[in-house]
């Protein structure tokens, strides 16, 4: 299933805001580990639709530049390396409806659509 051409996917949030200190926050439940890894499985198995050649830092250790710069879509939502990263690195959890999304897809990773990451690459560059 992918988005219709009415419909923009959506774009996964990495965190919900920023505490006072600049660090990322995310007020979402913990994953159990077997979750967490289909849930990895499934993030990292949609086709890449934008990417750079660099890394960004981590937020959580900034001495570290380890960040994949790259964007995933299953032509619903989309979502940056970051998301995989921070949940593989840190257990830090995707945001709450993408994972709803994705469970609800019985983690089943369909085809996307040439039309589909074109419009997902249109999401991210245009905001």
Known sequence: MTAGFDELPRL???YDHRDD???PVAVRASLPTPLRDRLLTYLDSAPIVLAAR???VDEFIPS????PLT???DGVW???GAVSHYLRKHAFPPDPDLVRHIIARDFQLGEVSPEAK???VRVITTG
């Open 21 to 23: 200190s600049g660090r």
């Open 12 to 14: 996964a949030r990495v």
């Open 64 to 67: 570290v530049q380890d960040v």
């Open 71 to 73: 964007f995933r879509t």
């Open 78 to 80: 989309i979502w940056s």
């Open 118 to 120: 074109d419009l997902a």
């Open 54 to 56: 660099s890394f960004e």
